[in-house]
């Protein structure tokens, strides 16, 4: 399992640390990531983790991978491709799309089903489905801290399935 109090705590310090560098007001970054700078300020103290939408548009505005902001490994063979989101995704249903392809991408690389899925996660194969849109056909994303355990199950970066 991962450590998810590790990677919010992680998550925290990078984030701070990225607007000193880049002397980023709040105020500012909360705008262009879609944030009110109440909820800046919470994933400034490690409380909380943006959703994947917002955590794409902060890393993007940052000018960072996911996997920079979150504590994981870059790929050596610089593999990512760094894209501002509004250039892909017209709006957060069409990311939702991509993350899932994505994810279904890597569970039939990894031969792995719905059921293997839910069992490495602990996730019921009801919320599985939900997420991918099973159901109703629009799949809705996963709360960031459960797309951490997805990732961890499928072996494998947010970066690798974000492609950010």
Not at 13 to 36: F, G
Not at 51 to 72: Q, R
Not at 84 to 112: G, Q
């Amino acid at each position: 399992m991962i450590d998810i109090e590790g990677k919010l705590e992680w998550f925290g310090k990078e984030l701070s640390e990225r607007m000193e560098d880049e002397k980023l007001r709040p105020s500012l970054l909360a705008y262009h990531s879609r944030l009110t700078t109440e909820k800046l300020y919470n994933y400034r103290q490690g409380k909380a983790f943006p959703k994947l939408w917002n955590l794409v548009l902060l890393a993007s505005h940052l000018g960072i991978s996911i996997n920079e902001l979150l504590d994981y490994d870059e790929p050596e063979d610089d593999s990512l491709v760094r894209y501002e989101p509004f250039d892909i995704f017209e709006d957060e249903h069409e990311f939702a799309m991509h993350v899932h392809n994505r994810i279904s991408y890597m569970m039939s690389d990894a031969k792995m089903d719905i059921f293997e899925l839910a069992e490495r996660t602990g996730f019921t194969r009801a919320t599985i489905r939900k997420w991918f849109g099973f159901n109703d056909k629009n799949p809705e994303l996963p709360r960031t801290a459960d797309f951490l355990e997805i990732c961890d199950a499928l072996d494998c970066t947010p970066s690798d399935i974000l492609g950010y």
